[in-house]
Structures are given as C-alpha cells and as structure tokens.
C-alpha cells in the first residue's frame, strides 16, 4: 500500500504561482511513476504531469512551459511548480503513484484545490 498527501494549494490570482506538495509513505520501494493529474468541475481527470523511476518526464501541453515536476527521494516528496497560472487552471490536483507488483497497482491522494482568479 501507498499513501499520498497533498498539500499546497489555494487562491491565487492569474499569473501568479503555487507549489504543490505530495509525500509519500508505505510501500514506496517499488513505485515505478508518480505524477499529478487535475480534475476541474464537470470535466474528466485529466494527466498534467510525470515523473518516472528513471527520471523521465511529461507534460500536457496545456501546462509545458509553465508547470515544472520534480521529485525528492530522501524526503519522498513529488512536487509541481506552477508558474504564470491561468483561470483554466482551476481544479481539484491529485497525485498519483503507479507501482507495479506482479500486477499494476494505481494510488491517489485526497486532492487539493487550486484556484486561479482572473
């Protein structure tokens, strides 16, 4: 098993910035990716960001250039810097852990609302 907490969020109007934190506890040995995703209102979930065990990341094209992933091993932290926010940022921000132990097995934090102000 594999908890995720996530932590700041907020209200922050546009153009500005937020750092999104996750930590990470349990089984973490074996988590193969982790990444943030984001859900606004009446939309699906959508994949904003990974970072892979290798070191690999990804971006939406909605957020390249503007949002940075990045991950610490020793404080087992994956956070999401994000710059020049935008209106359309707005959404419920999850972090997730991909972790594969003989079959995949796919964990999620609680959320954290990011709020951009026009």
């Known amino acids: 098993q594999v908890q995720l907490v996530e932590s700041g969020g907020g209200l922050v109007q546009a153009g500005g910035s937020l750092r999104l934190s996750c930590l990470a506890s349990?089984?973490?040995?074996?988590?193969?990716?982790m990444g943030w995703y984001r859900q606004a209102l009446g939309k699906q979930r959508e994949l904003v960001a990974t970072?892979?065990?290798?070191?690999?990341?990804n971006y939406a094209d909605s957020v390249k250039g503007r949002f940075t992933i990045s991950r610490d091993n020793v404080k087992n932290t994956l956070y999401l810097q994000m710059f020049n926010l935008k209106p359309e940022d707005t959404a419920v921000y999850y972090c997730?852990?991909?972790?594969?132990?003989?079959?995949?097995?796919?964990?999620w934090g609680q959320g954290t609302q990011v709020t951009v102000s026009s």
């Open positions: 997730n852990a991909g972790q594969f132990r003989s079959r995949w097995y796919d964990y």
């Open positions: 349990g089984s973490i040995f074996s988590i193969n990716v």
């Open positions: 970072f892979t065990i290798g070191g690999s990341t």
